[in-house]
């Protein structure tokens, strides 16, 4: 065999081990563990199944998914990457208008006070809150509900809220039936104290 030959087989099989190590370093490690749910943003998760699919549901897009059998599962219409993970998303995603809304649709919350919640698209919602007359002095509905309860006013709180924000305080109707009466908690931003308003007409005293 003539030295050129050899030469040309040489660099032939070269080639092709460098093309085999190649192949072989640059593929991505298998995603396995918690890393199959893991994500930074929302096109990092991908349903992978459908309904029927034991382990159908949202992973990352590089996870070597395989279906596993035949049980009940209902796949996600789409994803969502909060916190880090990969969430179904069942329905549709609905307009998001308040703080309430965003928390419960499962967007983080920042340990703030007042609390913020952030939708993935950047908006941000802050938790309802009422300002003092001292620069920021501020009492969150959900706080001014739990001093009401603990206060003369009791658990007989209804949804009807206000916040006068001349005097600093919030205002919480109260299940109470009086004659000629509409009586109200009254919770004040700096004080920390709720008392009862009985907001009475004429000469009807509480």
Known sequence: MSNRLLTIIAIVVIVLVGYWFYQKTSKPPEITGLETKSCEVDSDCVVFGKDGDC??????????WEKEGDCFCAAPK?????????????????????FEECAAAG????????????TPDGTAFVEEHCAGEEAGNVLTLAVAREI????QCGERLEENTFCNESTGTWWIDLDIEKEGCNPAC????????AEINWRCTGLNLP
Do not use: H, M
């Open 107 to 118: 967007n983080p919350v920042l340990e703030s006070y007042p609390r913020q919640c952030r």
């Open 55 to 64: 382990n159908c549901g949202c992973f990352n897009n590089e996870y070597k």
């Open 78 to 98: 789409s994803c969502q990457c909060v916190v880090g993970e990969c969430k179904e998303v069942f329905e549709e995603n609905k307009t998001v208008t308040s």
């Open 186 to 193: 009254v919770i004040s931003v700096e004080t920390r104290k």
């Open 148 to 151: 009401a309860e603990d206060s």
